[in-house]
């Protein structure tokens, strides 16, 4: 069964976990010097918070968390079909998990992830390419995507904005 991913960047990692907690009735299953997540299952979600990894704060990015290398292929699948390009990250090591994931963007430029958790890390791990996303998209002409994920034939009406 799928999850929701949200991955949220914050100032304040105690005053967000406090927040957060009362917010969902409960306390988060990780915990770490930079981050916290909880696993929910009402609603279903993988909700994340980190400190000083992003410039932006706010939501990050939003994602599809599988649980199974089939449900990852049927998503994948999803994604070849969206007509966006796919920046395949393969096997990594990010947010304290070791996972296979890729990434697209939609139309407005918001960031997705994809995912297969395989296991725990225990580092944060290597920069994403949230920030490659996040600073090419702001120079991008195209829909606000990097280069290397641009589609061939722009589909947002040449806005930059996002």
């Not at 990894?53 to 994948?76: F, P, R, T």
């Not at 990097?146 to 996002?162: D, F, K």
């Amino acid at each position: 069964m799928k999850r929701l991913h949200v991955h949220v960047g914050v100032n304040d990692l105690e005053q967000s976990i406090r927040f957060y907690s009362t917010l969902f009735g409960s306390t988060p299953e990780t915990v770490k010097t930079d981050y916290a997540k909880w696993m929910l299952d009402d609603p279903r979600m993988n909700f994340a918070i980190s400190a000083g990894h992003h410039a932006n704060k706010g939501i990050e990015h939003l994602g599809i968390q599988v649980e199974n290398e089939a449900e990852l292929a049927e998503v994948y699948g999803r994604l070849a079909e969206a007509d966006r390009p796919v920046l395949d990250e393969g096997a990594t090591s990010c947010c304290y998990a070791n996972s296979t994931k890729s990434w697209i963007t939609d139309p407005q430029g918001v960031i997705w992830e994809t995912f297969h958790t395989t296991g725990e890390a225990t580092t944060y791990g290597a920069e994403t390419p949230i920030s490659e996303l996040r600073s090419a998209g702001a120079a991008a002409s195209s829909c606000c995507t990097p280069a290397a994920i641009q589609p061939t034939t722009p589909s947002c009406g040449g806005s930059t904005s996002s």
